[in-house]
């Protein structure tokens, strides 16, 4: 088996992928409320600071800086995936489970990367912005409503015609 090995930093800044099991799902869309609450219920009892974020409906990807003395980013993202599985369900929803009689909703891992300097945090926000484009979900960012990025037109960080107008426009993305 792979043994994978994770960057814990106190105080770090995370770059993650978390996916669904069914690349074919729109869950996360979906039911983007009880996701929304999933996060908020972890952030309560183990604080973080989501710094930008894009939902798409089987995968999302989000920038998170955990304070100076926590880098437990593991344990956030199995509360997080245990409260979303349990709200689906509490709903009604009809998930699938797995051989050892547990929900198989989603991948078991995660992809993470440190982010170490300015260029790297913006380059990761401009990719996690314009993901909805890339995957062909929307035509330009700024139509996608499930992202940071209405954040930071409203914070005056990012115009609202940023990346989506021009086609083939070359731009620096993270990952």
């Given at each position: 088996m792979v043994q994978y090995r994770r960057?814990?930093?106190?105080g770090g800044t995370?770059?993650?992928?978390?996916?669904?099991?069914?690349?074919k799902s729109d869950f996360l869309?979906?039911?983007y409320a009880?996701?929304?609450?999933?996060?908020?219920?972890v952030k309560q009892n183990k604080p973080f600071n989501v710094l930008a974020y894009v939902v798409?409906?089987?995968?999302?990807?989000f920038i998170w800086r955990l304070s100076e003395s926590d880098k437990?980013?593991?344990?956030?993202?199995?509360e997080i995936k245990k409260a979303f599985t349990k709200k689906l369900v509490d709903c009604g929803v009809c998930l699938k489970k797995?051989?050892?009689n547990e929900y198989a909703l989603w991948q078991r891992r995660f992809w993470e990367h440190t982010i170490v300097d300015e260029d790297g945090f913006e380059n990761h926000v401009n990719y996690i912005h314009y993901n909805p484009v890339k995957h062909e979900v929307v035509g330009a960012v700024n139509e996608w409503p499930y992202s940071s990025f209405h954040h930071y037109v409203a914070k005056s960080v990012i115009a609202k015609d940023w990346a989506g107008f021009k086609e083939n426009e070359l731009m620096r993305y993270g990952e």
């Open positions: 960057n814990f930093q106190k995370y770059f993650f992928t978390v996916t669904l099991r069914d690349r869309i979906k039911y009880e996701f929304s609450a999933a996060i908020k219920q798409l409906p089987e995968h999302c990807h437990d980013y593991s344990g956030r993202w199995r797995n051989h050892n």
